[in-house]
């Protein structure tokens, strides 16, 4: 199964419900959007560094190791409208002021624990409706989403952080789980 295959994959089973899901099943991209929409390289680490407060290095290598800031910028710049697009960037610039207002250092400055807790902090503040009329909710779950599946779709997600048979064998639809297992990579 190839990566685009995964990811038509992954999208049905999480019911269409991601932002640019349309256009990873149609395979017909948004008319409108912004053209020439570019990321710098500075931008690049910036997002791989969002992904690793997202899904951070342990045992298994994090969304950073993955090249979760490419990834992203290929999906925004591919998948999303402009309307889409214009939420996420201003989700990239308002994070960064956030966070430097907050905590008295730039996002790239701090450890990986003090980005972690950042965004779960406005992760929650966004679900319990604190930010009702901000973009807050979008951008961080944008964030999220696009971690999660760039990571679980890569090859480092699917077979490090997953249990991954190439070719599998026979259909077993009873296997036994014990707790502390790997799930299983699409």
Do not use: H
């Amino acid at each position: 199964m190839n990566r685009r295959e995964a990811l038509k994959t992954f999208v049905l089973m999480m019911g269409g419900t991601m932002v640019g899901a349309n256009v990873i099943l149609t395979g017909c991209a948004p008319e409108d959007r912004i053209e020439d929409l570019n990321f710098s390289d500075k931008d690049l680490a910036y997002m791989d560094e969002i992904g690793e407060a997202i899904i951070p290095a342990t045992d298994i290598p994090g969304a950073k190791a993955a090249g979760i800031g490419g990834f992203m910028a290929m999906m925004v710049q591919d998948t999303y409208d402009r309307e889409q697009q214009e939420t996420f960037i201003r989700g990239l610039n308002d994070l960064r002021t956030r966070f430097k207002n907050e905590n008295g250092k730039a996002f790239m400055d701090a450890a990986v624990e003090e980005r972690t807790a950042f965004l779960n902090k406005l992760k929650k503040e966004a679900n319990e409706g604190f930010y009702e009329e901000e973009d807050i909710p979008k951008y961080i779950g944008m964030f999220q989403d696009l971690t999660l599946l760039g990571y679980f779709t890569s090859e480092i997600g699917a077979t490090q952080a997953l249990r991954f048979v190439e070719t599998p064998g026979r259909y077993d639809p009873c296997i036994e789980y014990k707790k502390g297992d790997r799930a299983w990579a699409i």
